[in-house]
């Protein structure tokens, strides 16, 4: 059974900095490229960032890129999102997946972390 816990959110003022983490497990980290995702209030879940098994490849969403960086452990079976210049427009819950390309490939998803950022 797949499980993704998310944490690593808060409350921050704008041009800081948060990292975030997700621990995989029930198969869902083997091999597999990773990814984030936010959804912001009254917004749809959007795509942020990914990172291959070898962490090799990685690719961003243009409001992100140069800001953003993600990073996996794969003996912790863990990925992180290290976060910095964060603006207002960054607030979201930030959830992880596993992904294909730029789409989540489970349904499900786990709690998330929130991610707030004061002007």
């Known amino acids: 059974q797949v499980q993704l816990v998310e944490s690593g959110g808060g409350l921050v003022q704008a041009g800081g900095s948060l990292r975030l983490s997700c621990a995989a497990s029930g198969g869902a980290f083997s091999s597999a490229t990773m990814g984030w995702f936010r959804q912001a209030p009254g917004k749809e879940r959007e795509f942020v960032a990914a990172?291959?098994?070898?962490?090799?490849?990685?690719y961003y969403a243009d409001s992100v890129k140069g800001r953003f960086t993600i990073s996996r452990d794969n003996a912790k079976n863990t990925v992180y999102l290290q976060m910095k210049s964060l603006k207002p427009e960054d607030t979201a819950v930030y959830y992880c997946?596993?992904?294909?390309?730029?789409?989540?490939?489970?349904?499900?998803w786990g709690q998330g972390t929130q991610v707030t950022v004061s002007s």
């Open positions: 997946n596993k992904v294909q390309g730029r789409r989540p490939v489970y349904d499900y």
């Open positions: 990172i291959s098994w070898s962490t090799v490849i990685t």
